[in-house]
């Protein structure tokens, strides 16, 4: 994620002024990882590229069939960016769920139901407190989906149920609890809708506390799609921000000395992340990003599926820092990304 005043200056120098629909998208559902996904730009169309839909697809290109599935009609619908409207302490969220290919690696398109068309799918920034009326948008036209958002403590009965293909919902919660949060979609099987890609990170700040400068999410993918394979939980790529070296190569950015705060959430579906700064400590871990529950000075932490922390640490000296999954098997699979540390300014 680039921070959200980069984003700013970077929409201004593209084109002036834009509409102020967009600047509350921006301001609400911030980039992840690479920068890329689901983007929102004036023009309300997501910037490339990145994890969002393959260009020149066609359904030749679509997985082999998964449980859940009745139809072997694979489509890749064009990535509807979130919109996200504040008007004081209150909300307003509108989200779509869709089917679209993304690349989970290099020459390697993933037929993925998403949110918004990327995987993850966008992040939300919430701030304690904040009312929030979310209506999720089916937009697939051939299978129910949902959305369970852990920042929303409702009854889930009434509220993560299964939209029908081409209908909508919305749900209405309070963000009472402050903390970094899994959402994902709750149809069954929810294993499949998970591992297919719908899941994305709620960040919900303090009142007075700043937005994390980073958000990432750390998640599976099995190839061959199956049910069987999701089941085995012998994932092909376990990455950050839905493909692979997508934060090596677009590594995120801090400065020696200046706190740096990280907010990383594991979307699973099965395996724990054993999250680990090369080079540094972490300096201050909200467990969930609580800052109640907070550790100091640890080198590993678990994050379970389902779960998030709020890391805030320091860089001594300018270079690379890794960060990645401890879990060796999970690191061998791509669970890796870099923090280009910069030296201060003189002065
Ligand atoms: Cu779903």
């Not at 990432?216 to 921000?241: A, W």
């Amino acid at each position: 994620m680039r921070p959200a005043h980069r984003f700013f200056e970077r929409q201004h120098r593209r084109g002036g002024l834009f509409p102020l629909a967009a600047v509350l998208v921006a301001f609400g559902a911030v980039l992840s990882g690479c920068g890329t996904h689901s983007a929102p730009t004036a023009a309300g169309v997501p910037s490339a590229p990145g994890n969002t839909a393959a260009a020149g697809h066609s359904p030749g290109n679509a997985s082999p069939m998964a449980a859940g599935r009745t139809d072997a009609h694979a489509i890749n619908q064009k990535p509807r960016p979130l919109q996200f409207v504040r008007r004081g302490t209150h909300v307003a969220i509108q989200i779509y769920a869709e089917e679209t290919t993304v690349h989970v690696a290099p020459g390697t398109p993933f037929h993925a139901w998403t949110f918004d068309g990327s995987v993850p799918g966008p992040t939300i920034l919430l701030k304690q407190g904040d009312h929030v009326a979310l209506t999720l948008h089916n937009l697939d036209p051939m299978m129910a989906h949902s959305i369970d958002l852990h920042a929303a403590l409702v009854a889930p009965n009434m509220n993560f149920v299964d939209v029908p293909a081409g209908r909508s919902r919305t749900i209405h919660f309070v963000a009472s609890v402050p903390g970094v949060f899994l959402y994902h979609c709750e149809s069954e099987p929810m294993l499949q809708h998970i591992a297919m890609g719908m899941y994305g990170a709620v960040v919900v700040t303090p009142k007075t506390a700043p937005a994390p400068q980073a958000v990432v999410v750390q998640s599976e993918f099995y190839l061959p799609p199956t049910y069987e394979n999701m089941l085995n939980d012998q994932p092909t790529y376990v990455v950050f921000d839905g493909a692979l070296d997508c934060l090596v190569t677009h590594p995120l950015r801090a400065t020696v000395g200046k706190p740096f705060m990280l907010a990383f959430v594991n979307a699973g579906p099965n395996q724990s992340s054993a999250f680990h700064v090369v080079g540094g400590t972490l300096g201050t871990v909200d467990q969930s990003g609580n800052p109640a529950d907070a550790l100091h000075d640890v080198q590993t932490v678990d994050v379970p599926p389902g779960d998030g922390i709020l890391v805030t640490l320091k860089f001594a000296q300018p270079g690379v820092y890794p960060f990645v999954s401890h879990d060796m098997a999970q690191f061998a699979r791509g669970a890796v990304g870099h923090i280009a540390v910069a030296a201060a300014a003189k002065g």
